[in-house]
């Protein structure tokens, strides 16, 4: 079945960078869309940066363009966050999902927090 474990989070001074690791099993990575989303405290559910299968297409979502960015590593079966610049309201569970959007498959998510 599909397993999908994040690893990298932490607590992080503001300004701080992050990369955060997910490692996938139980389906066709590379032929799979990957996504992370995250879920900030009393927040919807949101997602984050997407990639396609074999990388060469990547998103991110506007407000966090340019500090985020979402790369995969399909001989190991790895998706990545790099964040740079953090900031308070990036505190969140960030979790690696299938597809693109918040619907699908996710894992058991990461703690992100940045504080002072």
């Known amino acids: ?61 506007d407000s966090l363009r340019g500090r985020f960015a979402i790369s995969r590593d399909n001989a190991k079966n790895m998706v990545y966050l790099q964040m740079n610049d953090l900031r308070l309201d990036d505190t969140a569970v960030y979790y690696c999902a299938q597809f693109w959007g918040t619907g699908g498959p996710r894992g058991q998510g990461t703690q992100v927090t940045v504080s002072s």
């Open 1 to 61: 079945q599909v397993q999908l474990v994040e690893s990298g989070g932490g607590l992080v001074q503001p300004g701080g960078s992050l990369r955060l690791s997910c490692v996938a099993s139980g389906f066709a990575f590379s032929r799979t869309v990957m996504s992370w989303v995250r879920q900030c405290p009393g927040k919807e559910v949101e997602w984050v940066a997407g990639s396609n299968g074999d990388g060469s297409s990547t998103k991110v979502v």
